[in-house]
């Protein structure tokens, strides 16, 4: 991005951040943003797409190789260069970046393959490790300025921005890689690469560093020789341009041709003047007029003096005119071509007055450079070897083996020479470069060896560890097994895999193989355990199952195991454990298992109470029927002491007698009582409790059984009974009392009929008539009520018609009442054909409540009969619309000869219809309740079982 934006708004430094560092390249740009999107793909799980763009980095790569090697220029890099103007004679895509980004696409494309295997992913790391390695050192040469500008060095600079992105993508390539390594304490696979490319490269890096430090020294003092001698050259050649000009002043001044001075003076100055070989006197038309040494001029030389004066410096020698006042000599300089000497100093010299005849004239001073520099040259300086050139050939100093180190002009004069400064031969040169590239190679290797070995050394004592505990353990029922979860492979002792019979080869399938033998009805637990275990939802693996061997019969086994080895995203890779043969066990145990089933499932489904004591009273076992008669769950019960039970934890007096019942239980002495415990939302139940010790080997005392059987039903069932004898022998009572009434009632009634007749109207006492005539029907219809009340059943059938008892009972009391236009209303359509209740009971209960629904009705009411069943009862319910019965009085009315009716109603009775209705109902184990109806009048409801009453007598 930063790249991207210097490009798109001109910034400079968005592309170069720091001068060490290569300028950011198109190119290079869009193999970031490829590499990148690349690996954003791999992340999101489409590998096709990542593949696809590894190939398409990798490509640009390679193009960018070809495009560095050839120099070439990408039109469109030349136009974002122009746009920063960036002029640097750099490669349009470095060669270190292209390569970095061809590792990174190869990497990639393994990484994002589907198959992923041992070996591959051991390559991707090895690159990815070389990516990262190479990225972080070139990053940290490049910021310290390690680098060269030139040559190999130039070409590994690299944007940082490239840096970077690699640096980055070659880590998450790591992560992505260290993801499916194991979780151990041995390095990764890739991890001895990575140390061994990182340390080559700095030690790569800090030998370049060093050498180039090294170059730079030597270039420095190859510098400092060449200048020295430079300065020395330039000193010797300005003392002979000196004794040249001297020599042209004393001409000047008064020189003849036969002046004593060319054969005394001048041939001395030459002589020791360094440099200088020799002088000639000429005149205007090249003429010698005298020359020291007396040596001919060759004619090639002689020409180009000619040249020199009569073109170029025509001015010089046409201004020095007779007469003028003598002037310091002009010199001037020739490189002469086809001479031994390179150099020819030039002095116009105008006439002189001893001498007018010779005109204008020349001084030349012959300059052999080689001469002059000879001897500053061949002194070795420094342990440098000097050499001085003119074009290819060498003119001065020594020529050494080695190539030159450092090179410079030398103006000397007209002439254009160069300096060649190298080392000389024999010279020691330091050793700490390749020192430091040796040892740091060394460390290299060492570093990349050393993890090797260790996680070989900790394969070897992870392989020697698991074949030690195996030996340890391994028994011809038990031994080792080992699960690679990636892969599937499992591993089982072969001690184990002879006695079960099963091949060895079996085991070539895998995980797959092993639990296909495993029996159908455990294959899933088996599944589902191992699961829990390397998913991290259980801490170990343990499973019991049945296993097919060999000979087809079905063995049990228990595996137990742990995950030893996961990857860094906390995968499992490995599970290692231990098996064991559990056959005769698990059938011994099913034995017991089952004989305690059959125990448990007699003591928990019994009827009556069962509990177990220890020997301090503490509840030890309970069963349902315990946890039922408490209101609770037999589990609630373990622990309570049994005088501490809820059946009398609030009457402190049973309770004591309870604990001294155990007491002497736990003596020894088996000894019982009955007590009447509170049972919720029923009436007392009668318990009979027995207490039984349980002796040990030694016939001490260790355990007390408590058994305690309902005596409820029994109990409720012989009173019904009794009741039932006694509603019997009344009803026999009051109708022989009803038959005893009725017979001199009925001659009363009789002769009363005549007497009523012979009385006549006006007597006095008539009004008495009519009180004697009421009186005697009011007698007659409550021996009538008392006889077909209590009338006996004759028949004594235990199932009766519910149907025929109401419609009886209604048809009957609807012509005793027929006066009070009272209408009954009956629905009978859901009635139950028959009751298991006396048909006597039944006809008493209906003819009670309808009669005192009609005594209760108002005039021209309606009474209304129903008779359902619901859940196995069936239901009677008389309604009527009378005042109701008051709050207070809805308990008395059940009571014996208690009654709410006008003494004066024919039909008033004695008070205990109700209370006989209520005895018989219960006694058959039915209820009756009144309530008021919400829109005015009663209704009793009666409900009687439609299972007969269970007394528990067989005979």
């Known amino acids: 991005m930063p790249s991207l934006l210097g490009w798109m708004f001109g910034i400079p430094w968005l592309v170069q951040p720091f001068e060490t560092f290569a300028p950011a390249r198109l190119g290079g740009t869009l193999m970031i943003v490829a590499g990148a999107t690349g690996m954003i793909t791999k992340l999101s799980g489409r590998r096709a797409l990542a593949r696809r763009l590894a190939i398409a980095c990798g490509a640009a790569a390679v193009i960018a190789l070809v495009v560095a090697w050839e120099h070439a220029r990408l039109p469109i890099d030349a136009f974002a260069r122009a746009r920063v103007g960036d002029a640097s004679p750099l490669r349009d895509v470095p060669v270190s970046a292209a390569l970095l980004f061809l590792l990174y696409s190869v990497a990639l494309y393994l990484l994002a393959s589907e198959w992923q295997t041992e070996r591959r992913r051991s390559v991707t790391g090895a690159l990815a490790a070389v990516l990262v390695a190479s990225a972080g050192v070139l990053l940290l040469a490049q910021l310290a300025g390690l680098l060269g500008t030139d040559g190999f060095w130039a070409a590994a600079r690299a944007p940082l921005h490239s840096l970077l992105a690699s640096l980055l993508l070659g880590t998450a390539l790591l992560q992505r890689n260290v993801a499916h390594e194991p979780g151990t304490k041995a390095p990764p696979r890739w991890a001895p690469v990575l140390a061994g490319a990182t340390t080559l490269l700095l030690v790569l890096v800090l030998w370049q560093a060093l050498v180039a430090r090294e170059q730079s020294q030597t270039r420095d003092h190859a ?239 992870s392989s020697e560890g698991k074949e030690r505990m195996q030996l340890a353990i391994e028994r011809a029922t038990d031994g080792v097994w080992e699960l690679e979860i990636p892969r599937g492979a499992m591993h089982r002792s072969p001690a184990l895999m002879r006695y079960l019979g099963i091949n060895p080869t079996v085991l070539d399938g895998g995980f797959t193989a092993w639990s296909a033998l495993i029996h159908p009805d455990d294959s899933e637990a088996y599944a589902r355990a191992l699961d829990a275990h390397v998913s991290g939802r259980a801490e170990a693996f343990e499973c019991e199952y049945r296993l097919r061997a060999g000979d087809g019969s079905w063995h049990a086994l228990v595996d137990r195991g742990r995950v030893v080895e996961r990857l860094a995203d906390g995968s499992p890779v490995r599970v290692l454990g231990i098996s064991a043969d559990v056959t005769e066990r698990a059938l011994a145990d099913a034995s017991r298992e089952e004989s305690e089933r059959r125990f448990r499932a007699m003591f928990d489904t019994a009827n009556q109470v069962q509990l177990l004591l220890d020997y301090d009273g503490s509840i030890l076992e309970a069963n349902r029927a315990a946890g039922e008669l408490a209101a609770t769950t037999a589990d609630a019960l373990q622990g309570v002491r049994f005088w501490q039970a809820p059946w009398w934890a609030d009457d402190a007096l049973t309770s004591d007698r309870v604990q001294d019942r155990f007491v002497k239980a736990r003596s020894g002495d088996t000894n019982r009582f009955e007590v009447e415990v509170d049972r919720p939302g029923e009436r007392l139940a009668s318990i009979d409790f027995s207490l039984k010790p349980i002796f040990d080997h030694d016939e001490r005392v260790v355990q007390v059984l408590v058994e305690g059987r309902d005596l409820t039903m029994r109990k409720r069932a012989e009173e019904s009974l009794r009741e039932i004898g006694a509603l019997t022998t009344m009803g026999q009572l009051a109708a022989r009392v009803a038959h005893e009434i009725n017979n001199p009632l009925a001659g009363i009634q009789n002769a009363f009929l005549l007497i009523r007749g012979a009385i006549p109207g006006d007597h006095p006492h008539y009004r008495f008539v009519g009180a004697i005539e009421r009186e005697i029907a009011r007698i007659a219809a409550v021996t009538r009520q008392l006889y077909e009340t209590y009338r006996p059943d004759q028949s004594m059938i235990a199932q009766s018609s519910v149907i025929l008892a109401v419609t009886d009972a209604v048809s009957f009391l609807e012509q005793v009442n027929r006066v009070r236009q009272v209408q009954i209303v009956t629905d009978l359509s859901r009635a139950p054909s028959l009751v298991p209740v006396p048909d006597a009971l039944l006809r008493q209960t209906m003819y009670n409540l309808v009669q005192n629904a009609f005594d209760a009705s108002p005039p021209n009411g309606t009474i209304t009969v129903t008779a359902i069943v619901e859940q196995d009862e069936c239901v009677l319910r008389v309604t009527d619309e009378g005042p109701g019965v008051p709050d207070a009085l809805r308990q008395r009315i059940f009571d014996p000869f208690f009654s709410t009716k006008d003494r004066t109603v024919k039909t008033s009775g004695m008070g205990i219809g109700l209370s006989l209705v209520r005895q018989s109902v219960q006694a058959v184990g039915g209820s009756i309740v009144v309530h008021d109806r919400p829109e005015g009048g009663t209704e009793f409801e009666v409900r009687l079982p439609m299972t007969p009453l269970d007394t528990g007598v067989l005979r």
């Open 223 to 461: 510098a400092i020789a060449a200048e020295a001698l430079d300065r020395a050259v330039q000193r010797q050649f300005l003392a002979v341009d000196r004794a040249v000009g001297r020599m042209a002043a004393f001409l000047s001044g008064g020189g003849r041709l036969d002046d004593a001075a060319w054969t005394t003076s001048f041939p001395l100055l030459v002589k020791e003047t360094d440099g200088l070989v020799g002088m000639v006197w000429l005149d205007s038309t090249g003429t010698i007029l005298r020359a020291v040494p007396t040596t001919a001029l060759s004619p090639g030389v002689q020409r180009q003096l000619i040249d020199f004066m009569s073109k170029r410096y025509h001015r010089d020698f046409t201004s020095a005119r007779s007469g003028a006042p003598i002037a310091p000599p002009r010199r001037h300089m020739v490189a002469l071509h086809a001479a031994p000497w390179g150099i020819a100093l030039l002095y116009p010299l105008a006439a002189t007055p001893s001498s007018p005849s010779l005109g204008r004239t020349v001084v030349v001073g012959f300059v052999n450079e080689s001469e002059l520099i000879e001897d500053f040259a061949s002194d070795a300086r420094g342990g440098f070897a000097v050499a001085v050139s003119r074009g290819d050939s060498i003119i001065a100093g020594r020529v050494a083996a080695a190539a030159p180190v450092y090179t410079a002009p030398l103006q000397l004069g007209a002439q254009q020479l160069t300096v060649s400064v190298s080392q000389a031969v024999g010279t020691s040169r330091s050793t700490l470069p390749e020192l430091v590239l040796l040892l740091g190679f060394s460390v290299a290797v060492l570093l990349s060896v050393t993890m090797w070995q260790q996680r070989a050394m900790w394969a070897q004592a």
